[in-house]
Every structure is written in structure tokens, then in C-alpha cells.
């Protein structure tokens, strides 16, 4: 018996959000996987610029007025907490 067969409809699934997206807006992934966007969501793959917003102290995808610091080592999106960065040489 296939061990890789899941019946029936899949309700939700999480997935990298392939650009910036917005909660109730449809949302392609790719060339052949499309969906609703459950919540806000910016996108910054593996080796995405890190910035340190020094106003509000903290780093982000954000260019604008800040100061990049290095690149982000894994996905991230605008409702995380934390992220891993991996800083580069000026910054240390």
C-alpha cells in the first residue's frame, strides 16, 4: 500500500511566502500552487539583506534609512520574533 497518498482535501498548509502578502489576498507559489494568504506575511528567503532599523531596534527586511548588517540564514516573515542572521564583516 502507498505510503505517500493523503485523501481527501487539504485545508491549510504553510509554505514560504514567495514576496510580501496580504491576509485574504490569493497567493501564487511558484507556477502551479495557488492559495488564500491566512495572514500578512513578508518574504525573505535564505540569504535575504538584514538591516538594523536603529529607531525602533531591531533588524528588518527594510532598506529605508538603515544600515544592512548581513543576511538572513532561514525564511523569515513579518510576524516572527526572532531570526538567524549571519552577520557580515563591518557589522562585527
Given at each position: 500500500?502507498?505510503?505517500?497518498?493523503?485523501?481527501?482535501?487539504?485545508?491549510?498548509?504553510?509554505?514560504?511566502?514567495?514576496?510580501?502578502?496580504?491576509?485574504?489576498?490569493?497567493?501564487?507559489?511558484?507556477?502551479?500552487?495557488?492559495?488564500?494568504?491566512?495572514?500578512?506575511?513578508?518574504?525573505?528567503?535564505?540569504?535575504?539583506?538584514a538591516y538594523?532599523?536603529?529607531?525602533?531596534?531591531?533588524?528588518?527586511?527594510?532598506?529605508?534609512?538603515?544600515?544592512?548588517?548581513?543576511?538572513?540564514?532561514a525564511a523569515?516573515?513579518?510576524?516572527?520574533?526572532?531570526?538567524?542572521?549571519?552577520?557580515?564583516?563591518?557589522?562585527?
Open positions: 500500500m502507498a505510503t505517500n497518498f493523503v485523501q481527501g482535501a487539504v485545508d491549510t498548509f504553510q509554505v514560504a511566502a514567495p514576496h510580501a502578502v496580504v491576509s485574504g489576498r490569493v497567493v501564487v507559489v511558484g507556477t502551479n500552487l495557488f492559495g488564500v494568504a491566512l495572514s500578512n506575511a513578508d518574504s525573505a528567503a535564505a540569504g535575504a539583506s538594523w532599523d536603529n529607531t525602533n531596534s531591531q533588524i528588518t527586511l527594510s532598506a529605508t534609512s538603515n544600515t544592512k548588517i548581513g543576511v538572513f540564514a523569515v516573515s513579518n510576524t516572527d520574533t526572532t531570526a538567524t542572521v549571519i552577520l557580515n564583516n563591518a557589522a562585527l
